[in-house]
């Protein structure tokens, strides 16, 4: 592990960051990992909770399997669902993170989910690479769609703001620039397509497949059902499945790196543990403080 703090402003970095493996919702999550690089003095006290840095990802085999199917939860959370996480890059703590259900709203005419997934560097990064950045995302409270998402990045002195609304009587994606794209009916976008993996039957040992769009395009993806695994995070300890995204058609995970989740093997699916290995390190974004909602 490196000793110096590698310049955020570093184009390789830049370039190698903009390619790491992010799910879904957790784009603006993973964004801290620019800025998780050792420094000294910086949370070196900080624990993975029982995760080595140099631990390798499960795989498709490595984990209990039964051939069982947990069943399709339709609502797994409830409208002030808030989960806290610490964003690590091996024993260095980069910031937090959020996501959330903060409501359930109207939205042109439809009652949508609002999800939210927020991302902040801490104290001791802001003064080198300060990141804020929010995603929200509108999601069909029936049809389990999305019909908006909207980001609201700020990482160093970049800022940037960026819409889609997804029209399914035209079947396209409306761009803020006025471009339309082609969409598939009932498609995620790249913070409800987690939401929505929540509340499919997961086959243990094979896979869940749908929808996604991003990045002007939409593919299908596979969310393999790796296994069982008990976790311990600092939000105490879960019986979960672990579950890895993959985009068939490539993409930004296309030979870019891995990602598992571990989900609360329970009627919540709640996440508690994120692992990425990529090619300038491994992050780890770890449950801290839970608020169930009502």
């Given at each position: 592990?490196?000793?110096?703090?590698?310049?955020?402003?570093?184009?390789?970095?830049?370039?190698?960051?903009?390619?790491?493996?992010?799910?879904?919702?957790?784009?603006?999550?993973?964004?801290?990992?620019?800025?998780?690089?050792?420094?000294?003095?910086?949370?070196?006290?900080?624990?993975?909770?029982?995760?080595?840095?140099?631990?390798?990802?499960?795989?498709?085999?490595?984990?209990?399997?039964?051939?069982?199917?947990?069943?399709?939860?339709?609502?797994?959370?409830?409208?002030?669902?808030?989960?806290?996480?610490?964003?690590?890059?091996?024993?260095?703590?980069?910031?937090?993170?959020?996501?959330?259900?903060?409501?359930?709203?109207?939205?042109?005419?439809?009652?949508?989910?609002?999800?939210?997934?927020?991302?902040?560097?801490?104290?001791?990064?802001?003064h080198v690479y300060?990141?804020?950045?929010?995603?929200?995302?509108?999601?069909?409270?029936?049809?389990?769609?999305?019909?908006?998402?909207?980001?609201?990045?700020?990482?160093?002195?970049?800022?940037?703001?960026?819409?889609?609304?997804?029209?399914?009587?035209?079947?396209?994606?409306?761009?803020?620039?006025?471009?339309?794209?082609?969409?598939?009916?009932?498609?995620?976008?790249?913070?409800?397509?987690?939401?929505?993996?929540?509340?499919?039957?997961?086959?243990?040992?094979?896979?869940?497949?749908?929808?996604?769009?991003?990045?002007?395009?939409?593919?299908p993806i596979e969310?393999?059902?790796?296994?069982?695994?008990?976790?311990?995070?600092?939000?105490?300890?879960?019986?979960?499945?672990?579950?890895?995204?993959?985009?068939?058609?490539?993409?930004?995970?296309?030979?870019?790196?891995?990602?598992?989740?571990?989900?609360?093997?329970?009627?919540?699916?709640?996440?508690?543990?994120?692992?990425?290995?990529?090619?300038?390190?491994?992050?780890?974004?770890?449950?801290?403080?839970?608020?169930?909602g009502s």
């Amino acid at each position: 592990m490196r000793s110096e703090p590698i310049p955020p402003t570093d184009p390789r970095l830049a370039s190698a960051w903009r390619r790491a493996p992010v799910f879904l919702l957790l784009r603006s999550l993973v964004l801290l990992l620019v800025l998780a690089t050792p420094a000294p003095a910086a949370d070196s006290t900080a624990t993975s909770a029982g995760f080595e840095d140099n631990e390798e990802l499960p795989t498709a085999g490595s984990l209990p399997q039964d051939g069982s199917v947990l069943p399709a939860v339709p609502t797994p959370f409830r409208p002030g669902e808030s989960l806290k996480f610490s964003v690590q890059y091996g024993f260095i703590k980069a910031g937090y993170a959020w996501l959330e259900v903060d409501k359930l709203k109207q939205a042109d005419g439809h009652w949508v989910y609002e999800l939210v997934a927020r991302a902040e560097s801490n104290g001791f990064f802001d003064h080198v690479y300060k990141v804020r950045n929010r995603i929200e995302s509108d999601w069909d409270s029936t049809g389990h769609f999305s019909r908006r998402y909207a980001e609201d990045r700020r990482e160093g002195h970049y800022k940037t703001k960026s819409e889609i609304r997804f029209d399914y009587d035209k079947q396209e994606a409306l761009y803020g620039d006025g471009q339309t794209y082609p969409i598939p009916p009932g498609v995620q976008d790249a913070l409800s397509a987690f939401f929505y993996t929540r509340t499919q039957a997961l086959p243990l040992g094979s896979s869940v497949y749908f929808d996604y769009h991003a990045g002007r395009k939409s593919q299908p993806i596979e969310v393999k059902v790796l296994g069982r695994e008990h976790v311990k995070v600092p939000a105490g300890e879960f019986d979960c499945i672990a579950i890895e995204p993959v985009l068939k058609a490539g993409g930004i995970f296309k030979n870019k790196g891995r990602l598992v989740i571990w989900i609360t093997d329970d009627e919540r699916r709640m996440p508690v543990l994120m692992r990425s290995q990529v090619t300038i390190g491994s992050v780890s974004v770890l449950l801290v403080e839970v608020k169930p909602g009502s």
